[in-house]
């Protein structure tokens, strides 16, 4: 059984080691089911230059799971929002740790933390494709879901100049009925004068 | 004509026999062998979560509902919990565990279809219509619950559109005694089998280390003996008040090898915790109402105030999956929305157990980590000139054949 500690030890011991770099300490809980169990998070902000850091020593504490890398466009900046979970395995132990990393969109620089978590350059070659940040450091810069004609400088996620352009979004409704098609073999029907007094077609709907 | 060296470039894809995302993978062989793997995802990516920054909560529940075809409530419950905690929604206890019994049965129809995909890319047809058979039971009774075959439209957020009432019981009772009464002629079939352990033992293995530092999860990372289960490890719904055990291949097998073979036994030994589940849901249930507001209209306009940052977390069929949600309180559309599904963490896996294996085990090895199989189209082989030739996935199919054959001697 690996040793567990509470979200506010994980938490009190990121601002031990890290001081004043870490900011933005969250420790939530959000519960369910009629025993509400909990489930813990512990959400941190911190500076680009001290993420492997903080990754190492949460690997320190346990080798986390490393779920996703979020990324929202907020303003002049890019949030990255690293989502690692630690103490998985035992009943109702495990906690989310959430590890935000501001970046500017004047430099779009980030390291790496495959060095770390070799599992993350997935992830990474995502976020360069779809919110345009750079991953110093990545073993593998190639895009990953975007094909390789998709336009260079444009990024689906950024909700600036850099988004998806109007010219680039294709409105399904508006194609409407091909024009070029044979005419149908069968006519419109004529439209059925409504009548109170007439009687239900037989075969139809009944209650 | 050039001199031809080893390795050769065997491009695979894009659309793909293992797939229902189309995806395109390049081996280098030396021979039959695999020596090197990458693969190009993205084939169709539908841009579902552009789409869904552009829509309002309610609308984008049911865009939920056609990421995955088999996983068709996993993403829905996953993006309600994260909207409900931004919110702060009191969902109602009865709710969660109607929303744990669908999810169990979406886990026993999705296991069982994988489990008869399996089959078929080893040859073993008969076990395949056996499996598929016995899928239509669990599809008939989320079709019984829902409405729905596929894409069942069930969640809300908040809670669920319908309820599981107690005189619908009988009907889940019967469809988990059928379950209950296969359960042992599963084992037998896919787990006693010669051919099946040929083909599945010590075949794409994938080792604890390397499944922890590759991110990987559910039944491909349990298989590997890691000890993961999002039911388990982070309640949600009604998983925290029942009583149930991370399965890992030691239920079966003596040691954890992280093979083909056992992640067939991790599915099958699943879908009997499923049974059990469903049945402690049904027995503690609460009584009460199951959505917390059923004016759309009001709950889209406190959707729209809310504001805030959360993620939720699902144990889907294939695994964890995750979605990120921020809402800002000025637009109804969230302002980010990242959808993580299962497989998206264990793709990175393939590269390590395709590694050494030969062309006739890739369609099983690829298969071993999601159950979510669509047909496949063709392989595209191009040699160094240039020309293209096709391998069909008859093909394929037909040197896995093979191979059992020969192994059958």
Redesign the interface.
């Known amino acids: 059984m690996r040793a567990t500690m509470t979200p506010q030890e994980l938490a009190d011991r990121f601002v031990n080691k890290f001081g004043s770099l870490i900011s933005n300490i969250r420790v939530k809980e959000?519960c369910?089911?009629?025993?509400?169990?909990p489930?813990?998070t512990v959400w941190i902000t911190v500076p680009r230059e001290t993420l492997n850091d903080v990754v190492a020593e949460l690997i320190a504490i346990d080798?986390p799971?490393?779920?996703?890398i979020?990324?929202?466009?907020n303003g002049d900046q890019i949030d990255l929002?690293y989502?690692l979970?630690v103490?998985?395995?035992?009943?109702?132990?495990?906690i989310?740790v959430?590890i935000t990393v501001e970046v500017p969109k004047s430099d779009p620089h980030v390291p790496t933390i495959s060095g770390l978590?070799?599992?993350?350059?997935?992830?990474e070659r995502e976020k360069q494709d779809m919110i345009g940040i750079i991953v110093d450091g990545i073993p593998d810069a190639?895009?990953?879901?975007?094909?390789d004609d998709f336009p260079e400088d444009v990024y689906?996620?950024r909700k600036d100049e850099k988004g998806?352009p109007p010219s680039m979004v294709k409105e399904l409704w508006k194609v409407g009925r091909p024009t070029d098609r044979a005419v149908p073999p069968v006519a419109e029907p004529e439209p059925v004068q409504k009548s109170d007094t007439e009687e239900p077609p037989s075969g139809g709907a009944t209650e | 004509m050039s001199l031809k060296k080893a390795p050769y470039e065997l491009p695979i894809g894009p659309i793909h026999p293992a797939l229902k995302e189309p995806i395109n993978f390049t081996f280098k062989m030396n021979g039959e062998v695999v020596e090197e793997v990458d693969f190009a995802p993205g084939r169709a990516h539908r841009g579902i979560e552009w789409m869904g920054m552009r829509r309002n909560p309610v609308q984008i529940l049911h865009l939920c509902d056609r990421i995955c075809g088999i996983c068709g409530v996993a993403h829905a419950l996953v993006f309600a919990q994260a909207v409900e905690q931004i919110a702060e929604v009191e969902v109602p206890d009865r709710a969660y565990y109607v929303r744990t019994i669908i999810a169990e049965f979406e886990r026993i129809q999705s296991h069982i279809l994988w489990a008869g995909v399996a089959a078929h890319e080893l040859g073993f047809d008969t076990l395949f219509y056996l499996a598929w058979q016995i899928r239509e039971e669990s599809v008939d009774v989320i079709e019984y619950i829902t409405g729905n075959r596929v894409n069942y439209a069930i969640m809300m957020i908040g809670g669920t559109r319908r309820d599981i009432t107690p005189d619908m019981f009988p009907r889940l009772e019967q469809a988990l005694q059928y379950y209950e009464g296969l359960l042992d002629k599963m084992v037998n079939l896919f787990l006693n089998d010669k051919t099946i352990a040929m083909r599945c033992k010590n075949t794409g293995i994938l080792t604890k280390r390397r499944a922890l530092e590759l991110a990987t999860v559910g039944p491909t990372a349990r298989a590997s003996g890691l000890a993961m289960d999002v039911r388990i490890d982070s309640p949600y719904a009604a998983y925290g008040d029942l009583d149930f055990d991370i399965v890992l291949p030691e239920i079966y097998s003596s040691e954890t090898v992280g093979d083909v073979y056992d992640r067939i036994v991790v599915r099958i030994f699943e879908v009997k915790q499923s049974i059990d589940i469903i049945r402690q849901c049904m027995k503690q249930m609460p009584d009460g109402p199951v959505l917390a507001e059923e004016k759309y209209a009001k709950l889209l306009m406190n959707l729209k105030k809310a504001s805030g940052e959360a993620f939720a977390r699902v144990e889907a069929p294939r695994g964890e999956d995750m979605h990120f949600v921020r809402m800002n309180g000025k637009q109804e559309a969230p302002e980010m929305w990242k959808v993580k599904a299962s497989t998206y963490s264990n793709q990175m896996a393939w590269i390590e157990i395709l590694q050494g294996e030969q062309i006739a085990d890739i369609p099983i090895i690829v298969a071993s980590i999601d159950p979510c199989m669509s047909c496949t189209d063709r392989v595209a082989v191009v040699n160094q000139e240039g020309e293209a030739g096709i391998l069909t996935k008859e093909y394929l199919h037909r040197l896995s054949v093979e191979k059992t054959r020969r192994m059958q001697g």
């Open positions: 959000w369910e089911g009629v025993k509400k169990t489930q813990k080798y799971h490393l779920g996703v979020a990324a929202a466009d929002l989502h979970q103490f998985f395995g035992g009943k109702h132990e495990e989310e959430v978590i070799p599992g993350a350059v997935y992830s190639r895009r990953i879901f975007l094909p689906p996620w998806i």
